[in-house]
């Protein structure tokens, strides 16, 4: 099933790309699709940031659905 | 009222306070880029958001505040994008019938903003940049 990637500021800056859509198996975790991107993009490993799924945070044990929207959030700096 | 800017925040329209009289005080922030930090000359901010979920934390954040306080309005602005030391990055009014809960209720809003709304700034100065509260 498909899943979009978002990514942002120093994720962003690091990894090189704002988004990425990954094929994962149907039942698939956050921490699955962040077991695969970890592996393609190594530079995220060990980094510090927050889920959100479909604009809401969530955990990692979180279940994936076709066409959801993850985000990875890096420590906020707004206001 | 719950908006991202991509443009100059106009501050005297924020202030058009409606005249119905039903909220006694009215409290704003205004956040803006200082022009330096720790001794570094800051060049420029860019601040980026996670739009949609920028808005549904915004919109949260108001809603919080005005249940906590029994505030009568919350309206925040926030600015993406580049800018410069002096601009305001971000407007909060807060209006409520008694001054202590526009007090409070603003400044909830703004320490809770810094801490769960998705967006982010990066600070340029003239040797090197990094976005503020990154840890690598």
Redesign the interface.
Known sequence: MKVRLRLFAALREQVGLDELELDLAPGATVDDLLTRVCGIHPVLRGRSFAIAVNHSYTGRDRSLAAGDEVALIPPVSGG | MITIAHAPIDLADLFRIPGDGASGGVVSFV?TVRDHTAQRRVVRLE????E???L?ELEAVARAATDRFALDAVTIV?RVGILLPGEV??AILVRAAHRAAAFDGCRFT?DT??????????EVFADGET??????
């Open positions: 956040g601040y980026e958001a996670y949609p979920m920028a549904r926030h990055a971000v703004i903003l810094k801490q769960t709304v998705p967006i982010w700034k990066k976005w503020v509260g990154d840890r690598p």
